[in-house]
């Protein structure tokens, strides 16, 4: 359980996906998110579905995992929907009661900009279910390494990301300690309301601060003594290596623009729906 | 002189800022090549401190430390101190960095810039040496105590130290962790030569060092090899300190009028010298 903790959301098999070079993956989940922007039609997400189908099959990701990745969102999607469905103005009535007005362009748009975030999410929840949290913060800092002429800490962001992984699971087991040893003590975690709960947190709060503090000073000296200074001259144990695969999959994703691009200008916005 | 100085400490003292007394005063001693040294000392007496100088993690108020010949004092000379003289530290937990056990290794590599061709095999023999190479992939946080210090190790082997020092390295740990623990250093120093600064309050580890340093309030007050420390029981106790288990059987029986002889440390020693007064006799 701890372990599957570390790994976020992390779907560890051996795929197509999952071997690619994260930088290419999260270059191309931006990519990814620009061409949802750009799709304003039914064809145009049909095309969007077919290519997020197509790179959960590669990754072998179970379409229904994936789709869990939305259930998070329901309140948003909920009230994205309701708020474009009523507040948008049109000239084709299809219901109007009280103050409520319902029109088609309202309800299209309704339709499409809940779309939009569905999609957004299935992109970037296909990256991080890919993408261990190591690779994605070494791709990160890979990436961002340029922004360090302007002083932007991409080493220092990807340092910090690997520590906090590293550290999870053994302050979570510090907690299930300290909870335990507090229960021993006659603390009650789970009865009473909120603020009775909220109020019984502080002596289990308290004492994982102090240790935390207490294991990020040892930390700081035991990477000082191992001549840790910072991320210049530093060389690096994994290695990024972008391979045929790699340009395959870009190859993909451009496909799928100029698709998007091509259904933009050619068929009429006003089309069926 | 075919031994080199590997560790010099010329009067050293150290204070902490704010502290109304020092915590280390007119330390004076050599640890040559090769030497495994053990320093002693209760609680409090200045033992840890003094591990810190010597890595350059403090620097003395007063005095003057030399590893391998670099003046730690000197800010240019602080990552070739520590390169040359990897520390263990006490908490297993608190001194892995990485996610995955080769990756920590490689840690103290990436940081020195040595290029990534190279790393591997010295990440590997690393782990090898320490009989970790099993766990390369693990994650650290599911090995146990021993382990996770053997990782530490590993790390600081990667680096080709000429010098270990371990700060109570196996004072959180298990007795057969601590053995474990242990007994990968004492190879270490056995096979490849590194010298060793293994700090403690456990008198069976310090019993089997070439050397021991006792630190009481922050001064040496004995220093010799563990029989010379251990023959003056009465001020080992002094100092707070225990006597091995043996040594103290056999200052008792002696009180009792057995003719043991002096400097008994281990309980096979123990064995032998009962053995020599009293023989079997064979049945028959």
């Known amino acids: 359980m701890l372990t599957n903790l570390t790994m976020g959301q992390y779907y560890p098999v051996d795929s197509l996906v999952h071997r690619l070079d994260p930088r290419i993956k999260l270059v191309l989940t931006l990519a990814f998110i620009v061409s949802v922007f750009l799709v304003n039609s039914l064809p145009g997400y049909l095309l969007i579905v077919g290519f997020i189908f197509l790179a959960a099959r590669k990754a072998r990701v179970p379409f229904r995992l994936l789709l869990k990745s939305i259930r998070p969102l329901r309140m948003i999607l909920i009230f994205t929907f309701v708020l474009n469905l009523f507040f948008t103005a049109g000239d084709q009535v299809l219901l109007e009661f009280w103050v409520i007005r319902i029109t088609s362009e309202s309800l299209r748009q309704a339709v499409f900009y809940s779309l939009r975030l569905v999609f957004l999410v299935l992109g970037t929840s ?3 279910l890919t993408t261990s949290p190591v690779a994605l913060s070494d791709g990160l800092e890979l990436l961002l390494g340029p922004l360090k002429k302007i002083r932007f800490p991409a080493h220092e962001l990807a340092m910090m990301m690997t520590i906090a992984l590293r550290f999870i699971p053994t302050l979570l087991d510090e907690t299930d300690r300290i909870m335990k040893a507090q229960m021993a003590r006659g603390a009650d975690f789970e009865s009473g309301n909120l603020i ?10 308290v004492p994982l601060f102090v240790s935390a503090f207490r294991r990020a000073g040892d930390l700081a000296m035991a990477m000082e003594s191992r001549c840790y200074h910072g991320g210049e001259g530093r060389t690096r144990f994994r290695v990024l290596k972008i391979t045929r695969m790699d340009w395959n999959a870009c190859l993909t994703v451009v496909l799928l623009i100029v698709l998007i691009i091509l259904e933009r200008t050619f068929v009429p916005a006003s089309f069926p729906f | 002189m075919n031994t080199q100085v590997r560790i010099q400490a010329n009067n050293v003292s150290f204070t902490y800022e704010d502290a109304p007394s020092p915590a280390l005063s007119q330390v004076e001693f050599e640890v040559r090549e090769g030497e495994f040294i053990a320093v002693l000392g209760h609680n409090g007496s200045g033992k840890s401190t003094l591990a810190k100088l010597l890595n350059a993690l403090y620097l003395p108020t007063e005095g003057r430390i030399l590893v ?3 003046d730690t004092g000197k800010e240019e000379n602080i990552w070739e101190v520590r390169r040359r003289a990897g520390m263990i530290f006490q908490n297993p937990d608190n001194q892995i960095v990485a996610t995955v056990v080769k990756e920590d290794v490689a840690f103290g590599l990436e940081n020195l810039g040595v290029p ?3 790393m591997y095999p010295r990440v590997e023999s690393a782990l090898s040496a320490v009989q970790m190479n099993r766990y390369a ?3 650290p946080h599911l090995l146990s105590g021993g382990q996770k210090q053997r990782v530490a190790v ?3 082997l990667a680096m080709e130290p000429s010098v270990i020092i371990a700060d109570e390295a196996t004072a959180m740990l298990d007795p057969s962790g601590r053995r474990e623990v242990l007994e990968t250093v004492r190879s270490l120093n056995r096979n490849k030569g590194i010298t060793v600064v293994w700090i403690t309050h456990f008198m069976e580890e310090a019993a089997q060092a070439d050397r021991i340093l006792v630190v009481s309030d922050g001064k040496i007050v004995v220093s010799g090899t563990p029989r010379e420390v251990f023959e003056d029981i ?5 100092l ?7 040594t103290a059987l056999a200052a008792e029986l002696r009180k009792e009028g057995m003719p043991l002889r002096e400097g008994i440390l281990t309980v096979e020693e123990m064995a032998e010298e009962v053995e020599r007064l009293c023989p079997l006799k064979s049945a028959t």
Do not use: K, N, Q, Y
């Open chain 2, 116 to 118: 990534t061709e190279e």
């Open chain 2, 137 to 139: 992939d693990s994650a």
């Open chain 2, 68 to 70: 391998c010949g670099f």
């Open chain 2, 240 to 246: 707070h300190l225990d006597v091995p288990r043996m």
């Open chain 1, 196 to 205: 009775a709960r909220a109020r019984a947190m502080v002596p289990l709060l």
């Open chain 1, 126 to 128: 296909l990256l991080t």
């Open chain 2, 234 to 238: 009465d001020r080992i106790r002094d």
């Open chain 2, 154 to 156: 590993a790390g600081i």
